[in-house]
């Protein structure tokens, strides 16, 4: 089995090789080499089409990318109505801003980066926040940040859907016609957009976007299976991704690689608690009611899920003192908790500090941080969300909260079904207290279908409601 062992080892590096970019300082960014080394291998494969695709998309970025010719070619045109697209040799850009939590920015930019690779467009990305402290440049040779004198900086804050270049308020408004060719679009896409900003998704409004020079994207959505169910749209990526459920997982792995800040945290975590397990559980607790906290039906629930779904043992019962056997190594389970709150983990702690477990497992509970309020933009508050995320990533069985997009990630990363704990309702835990998700993909929170799509849903059979939410689509 070590032999094997390696052997797969060996050939999950050469297929991550082939999925990653070459050509960069491995000192500079270690999570990009040794990332493989901390995860079992993965069982999904990309495909030679996405392996190609990204390799053109790489020379496209080079050529196009701040620095270049082209790119100042481009930036001249802003501002600039009816811009003439002179020769096909133009490059065309989308720009991610960062919107929300941490979940929520990277799924957004998975989105965006999904959408560029569709439409040969370059991705920009803001880097006016913590970006760079979070994540190393992707791209060889050239950089994915959005040089900080391009034109538009001190409008994006602005850009809203009151914005005149918002593309919905544009349709709504009449303001587009054949003959206009802005030379730039804010693209709008929440959970609650409005139907003019959905009709991003359709096919006649992609044709008039293609002739767009500059994107800039807002949202919070892990908008790709809206992408899908645009026809053309569809076409290109049964060819890419012939698993359809492996979308963010290849094209995260592909693009965030976390700093050697993070990824120091990761690691140290790793090797202080979860390395020596037999098994590692993953238990993501987020508590959207407000106010926050501990509250003890989401204790109950948690119990409640794990127990029933075998992911925890139960407690011995009582008066049945286990004898201990010294010499037989128990097995040791390591569960990790990411939490605002510390208090959840402390209590599981000192379960099964104070009674045996009925299997005679060791059940090791460990929490990284406690940061009891979100402070996104703050450096450290932020790697620390991060590096959790990548922990969570690195389990081998999770447990994920509704409709959070932090555990989204985890579970896409770390190719994982999560069991996803549902949401309480009157301070009571639900029953059931969890459900299997069907596929590792993140949910779309919101399904942003619009009327154009109506047809194209029904005949997609591999876009479905989302297990928790009813509101919400996503791949499967
Ligand atoms: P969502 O709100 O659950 O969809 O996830 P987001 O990541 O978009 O926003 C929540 C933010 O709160 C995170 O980015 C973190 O800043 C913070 N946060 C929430 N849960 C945790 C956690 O378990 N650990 C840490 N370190 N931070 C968390």
């Known amino acids: 089995t070590n032999i094997n062992a390696h052997l797969n080892y060996l050939f999950f590096h050469v297929l991550l090789e082939e999925l990653l970019a070459t050509g960069f300082d491995e000192e500079s960014c270690m999570s990009r080499y040794h990332q493989s080394s901390l995860r079992k291998p993965s069982p999904y494969k990309p495909s030679t089409n996405l392996v190609s695709k990204l390799r053109s998309y790489e020379m496209l970025h080079k050529r196009c990318g701040p620095g270049t010719k082209a790119y100042e070619r481009a930036t001249k045109q802003l501002g600039k109505n009816n811009v003439i697209n002179s020769s096909g040799d133009d490059c065309q850009y989308v720009v991610w801003a960062p919107m929300f939590g941490l979940g929520n920015r990277i799924l957004s930019m998975v989105s965006v980066f999904t959408y560029a690779l569709m439409t040969d467009r370059v991705m920009l990305v803001d880097q006016r926040n913590d970006i760079t402290d979070l994540f190393c440049e992707p ?39 054949s003959t206009t060719r802005p030379s730039y679009l804010y693209i709008d896409i929440f959970h609650d957009s409005r139907d003019h900003d959905k009709r991003f998704f359709c096919e006649e409004n992609q044709a008039f976007i293609k002739n767009v020079p500059w994107l800039v994207v807002k949202s919070n959505l892990y908008y790709a299976p809206s992408l899908w169910l645009i026809p053309s749209f569809q076409t290109k990526l049964m060819k890419l991704f012939p698993e359809r459920d492996t979308v963010f997982h290849h094209l995260s792995h592909y693009l965030l690689h976390p700093t050697n800040e993070v990824w120091g945290m990761v690691t140290r975590s790793y090797n202080a608690y979860l390395s020596r397990a037999d098994e590692v559980l993953g238990l993501q607790i987020r508590v959207f009611s407000t106010p926050s906290g501990y509250f003890q039906h989401v204790m109950d629930q948690i119990l409640s899920c794990t127990q029933r779904e075998k992911l925890l043992p139960e407690l011995a019962s009582n008066g049945s003192q286990q004898v201990m056997n010294i010499t037989k190594t128990p097995k040791l389970k390591a569960v990790l908790v990411t939490s605002l709150h510390p208090e959840y983990s402390d209590e599981l702690k000192n379960m099964f500090m104070e009674r045996p477990s009925s299997t005679g497992e060791i059940v090791e509970v460990y929490q990284p941080s406690g940061e009891r309020v979100q402070q996104t933009d703050k450096k450290v508050h932020d790697q620390k969300a991060l590096a959790e995320i990548y922990l969570l990533s690195l389990t081998d069985k999770l447990v994920t909260s509704t409709r959070s997009t932090f555990g989204y990630v985890a579970q896409g990363l770390g190719g994982l079904k999560p069991w996803i704990l549902y949401e309480p309702r009157h301070q009571k835990a639900p029953d059931p207290p969890c459900v299997r998700a069907m596929s590792m993909e993140p949910c779309s929170l919101k399904a942003l279908v619009s009327a154009c799509q109506a047809e194209t849903i029904k005949t997609t059979p591999f876009v479905k409601y989302c297990e928790d939410r009813i509101t919400g689509i996503k791949l499967v």
């Open 139 to 177: 791209f060889p040779g050239t950089s994915w940040l959005l040089p900080s004198d391009f034109p538009l900086t001190n409008q994006i804050d602005s850009f809203n859907r009151t914005h005149s270049h918002c593309y919905g308020t544009m349709l709504k408004n009449h303001a587009v016609n």
